[in-house]
């Protein structure tokens, strides 16, 4: 199965975020029977989702998996909904904030994931993996990328499964932050990963 695995560039003065340094692992040791493209995606409005969407078109993935950083989070987020909304709670890398703005303005308000959310869950735990089922992507830059991509695929007729995981912040981004967070390492975030991944590959050929 080949799977299209994005995560995004560092961003908020972190120097690493662990969803490009997932990505990337993945990629260099994927679960058997897994073919992996990686994007690191621009953490700005307009490049974060115009990357992914021009990755999806030149790659043709039978599955697509975005990750995403949720500083705060004890456990690997598996997100249920993408909202038509846009309002940072930060700015982007170039500076941008946005406010109550929608993504699409003809667009649907929201888009449920088409990932097997409940079986790769339940794979994630039986590993002993944190891990949850999450109603919202948020309405930063993640539930961003993770709306436009369920919408092409609405508008293209496409049904291959899409979605969006939030992975927590790794040790060392704690230590460089005044206050205590929780965290995972990297080796417990892609044991999750891998898990919920062969799922999705028994799932694509049901």
Not at 5 to 18: H, L, Q, W
Not at 74 to 92: K, W
Not at 194 to 201: E, G, I, Y
């Amino acid at each position: 199965m080949h799977i299209l695995i994005t995560g995004f560039e560092p961003f908020a003065g972190s120097p690493v975020n662990p969803s490009m340094e997932a990505a990337r692992a993945l990629k260099q040791n994927p679960p058997p029977g897994i073919e992996i493209t990686t994007a690191i995606l621009p953490v700005d409005h307009q490049g974060g989702p115009a990357r992914l969407l021009e990755m999806l078109e030149a790659s043709q993935p039978q599955a697509v998996v975005c990750l995403g950083e949720a500083a705060g989070r004890a456990a690997l987020s598996l997100e249920r909904v993408a909202i038509n909304l846009m309002d940072y709670c930060i700015p982007d890398n170039l500076g941008e904030t946005v406010t109550d703005q929608p993504i699409d303005p003809a667009g649907p308000a929201a888009y449920f994931s088409t990932l097997p959310l409940r079986a790769m869950l339940a794979a994630m735990l039986a590993a002993g993996i944190p891990a949850e089922l999450s109603l919202s992507a948020g309405a930063y830059l993640c539930n961003q990328v993770m709306y436009a991509l369920l919408h092409h695929l609405a508008q293209t007729g496409a049904t291959l499964p899409a979605g969006f995981i939030h992975l927590p912040s790794l040790p060392r981004q704690a230590v460089a932050r005044e206050k205590i967070m929780p965290t995972l390492s990297l080796d417990v975030i892609l044991e999750g990963l891998r898990a919920a991944l062969s799922v999705l590959s028994d799932f694509s050929v049901l």
